[in-house]
T-cell receptor
Framework: KQEVTQIPAALSVPEGENLVLNCSFTDSAIYNLQWFRQDPGKGLTSLLLIQSSQREQTSGRLNASLDKSSGRSTLYIAASQPGDSATYLCAVPSTNKLIFGTGTLLAVQP | NAGVTQTPKFQVLKTGQSMTLQCAQDMNHEYMSWYRQDPGMGLRLIHYSVGAGITDQGEVPNGYNVSRSTTEDFPLRLLSAAPSQTSVYFC???????????FGPGTRLLVL
């Protein structure tokens, strides 16, 4: 059974820092991995989708990497801003649903 | 494109009442799904649909009904509301269940 975990559960950094969020999955036979952000009281916004054949995917200040063999993905955020404060979730598709990670609550202090 | 829209944004129900949560998308996506999000439980799949006329159960379907008469709409019906159904409900759509999922803004439901 696929399990997805994220560490740390919470992270607080000063503005301008580069940071890394981690996502681990137990079954390496994934089709792809998706990163989302969720602002308080809002829905999920898709940030990046990285295919199983890819090693990296970039969008602006965000860079997602994938290492299937080790069951890990990282989301790198460069030059963090207060507007990046949100909960970040990773997810992998299963038979009929997405399996979500436990989430990382990020606070970027001005 | 409006993307995925959900109505209402917030609803209060009394135990035993029924209601329909609306979900619509304008991206011509075949796959649509409903999740509920609860503290400490994460997101759990309620029902999903792979196209008009085709629906199936997720991991927590009890107490909920769905139908998919058009590609655009995927309403979720609460048959007889219970306090345990107090939650935030999200609708999502995509070209395929494995591809980028687009989520709606959610409906906050409180059952008294």
């Amino acid at each position: 059974k696929q399990e997805v975990t994220q560490i740390p559960a919470a992270l607080s950094v000063p503005e301008g820092e580069n940071l890394v969020l981690n996502c681990s999955f137990t079954d390496s036979a994934i089709y792809n991995l998706q990163w989302f952000r969720q602002d308080p009281g809002k829905g999920l916004t898709s940030l990046l989708l990285i295919q199983s054949s890819q090693r990296e995917q970039t969008s602006g200040r965000l860079n997602a990497s994938l290492d299937k063999s080790s069951g890990r993905s990282t989301l790198y955020i460069a030059a963090s801003q207060p507007g990046d404060s949100a909960t970040y979730l990773c997810a992998v598709p299963s038979t009929n649903k997405l399996i979500f990670g436990t989430g990382t609550l990020l606070a970027v202090q001005p | 494109n409006a993307g995925v829209t959900q109505t209402p944004k917030f609803q209060v129900l009394k135990t035993g009442q029924s209601m329909t949560l609306q979900c619509a998308q304008d991206m011509n996506h075949e796959y649509m799904s409903w999740y509920r999000q609860d503290p400490g439980m994460g997101l759990r799949l309620i029902h999903y649909s792979v196209g008009a006329g085709i629906t199936d159960q997720g991991e927590v379907p009890n107490g909920y009904n769905v139908s998919r008469s058009t590609t655009e709409d995927f309403p979720l019906r609460l048959l007889s509301a219970a306090p345990s159904q107090t939650s935030v409900y999200f609708c999502a759509s995509s070209w395929d269940r494995r591809e980028t999922q687009y989520f709606g803004p959610g409906t906050r439901l409180l059952v008294l």
